[in-house]
């Protein structure tokens, strides 16, 4: 589905913020009996990389935590982007537990782990457009 205000980036690698903490990858901590934004994101994508764009990863966590029924996803696709939405450089993945987020030639995204080779093979890469997380303070 296309809409209005993408948040998709292509062949971009989206490294973790520069005002983190994080000096490596860690799992979100879980909060009994919710779902978290960092949890759901890391889920998804870690479970199923390069299967899903910025736009159905952001839209999947809105309607899991909306709650949003199946029959009404595409009215609900259609309202969700009809404004512009934080992408995933404010993700809390990689604003606070380390993980950077790359984007495929097709915008399909896979997470990758501070203090990994592949996260040093992706920040370096001269032929990924580089761009940080939002940082959390400002400055």
């Known amino acids: ?18 005002d983190s903490k994080a000096t490596e990858a860690i799992v979100p901590p879980e909060k009994p009996g919710q779902m978290t934004v960092a949890t759901i994101e890391l889920d998804l994508i870690l479970k199923n990389p390069y299967s899903f764009t910025s736009d159905e ?18 009215r609900e696709w259609e309202q969700y ?12 993945l990689v604003k606070t537990y380390g993980w950077g987020i790359h984007h ?21 890469d001269p032929n990924l457009k580089q761009l940080f997380g939002m940082r959390s303070s400002k400055k």
């Open 104 to 124: 495929n030639a097709e915008g399909k995204v896979a997470l990758i782990p501070k203090g990994s080779p592949e996260y040093d093979a992706f920040a370096s």
């Open 57 to 74: 990863v952001l839209f999947r966590v809105h309607s899991l935590k909306k709650e949003v029924p199946d029959s009404d996803f595409g």
């Open 1 to 18: 589905m296309e809409n209005q205000h993408s948040t998709n980036y292509y062949n971009t690698f989206i490294k973790v913020s520069e």
């Open 81 to 92: 982007f009809s404004k512009g939405q934080a992408c995933l450089r404010c993700s809390p």
